[in-house]
């Protein structure tokens, strides 16, 4: 019984703060999905709607720019009664899905790569000398493990503080 009221003070709290568990997606699947979502809400031609005549012409697609795309955001923001939907996979452990970053190992011989050594490698933050995550010395997903978060366009994330008093830190890529 207790498990079941759990089950639906946790759905109340979805709703509440606007987000609802959705559909499972491979990473491909999102991603074609996402773009699908754009290439239509902007109005835009996907790659098999491009005719022979315009590849061998050599025309662009109409992409939005990152400021037409940032101004109808918040435009969706200032007029709440637009109501548009969008998908994020959230809390996804980069030791399965990979984070983007690259491990500090060695590569290409004895080289090494500048990206596995960087500071702002999320992979590396506890390995940093004045870093609190320093001292954890346990594998903690979320904590010390970073997790992999995958938006489509128009996604959001709050400023949060993680229940353990701890800042998250969210790289956003290209969604």
């Known amino acids: 019984m207790s498990q079941k009221r759990r089950s639906a003070d946790s759905a109340d709290q979805e709703e509440k703060f606007g987000f609802q568990s959705g559909s499972d997606f491979t990473l491909e699947e999102f991603q074609k999905y996402a773009d699908m979502f754009k290439e239509q809400y902007f109005g835009m031609k996907g790659s098999d709607e491009i005719s022979l005549f315009e590849i061998k012409q050599h025309k662009e697609m109409w992409r939005p720019s990152v400021e037409e795309i940032e101004g109808e955001y918040w435009r969706i923001v200032v007029c ?3 109501e548009v939907e969008v998908d994020y996979g959230a809390d996804l452990d980069t030791a399965i899905f990979s984070s983007g970053f690259p491990k500090s190992s060695l590569s290409d011989g004895n080289k090494q790569d500048p990206y596995g050594l960087s500071c702002w490698n999320l992979n590396n933050l506890r390995r940093q000398p004045r870093s609190v995550l320093s001292f954890e010395t346990e594998d903690i997903s979320g904590v010390v493990v970073p997790w992999l978060y995958v938006g ?15 800042f ?8």
């Open 80 to 82: 709440p009664d637009d």
């Open 152 to 166: 489509m366009c128009f996604s959001s994330f709050c400023w949060v503080r993680f229940f353990i008093l701890l």
């Open 168 to 175: 998250l830190i969210h790289l956003m890529k290209c969604g």
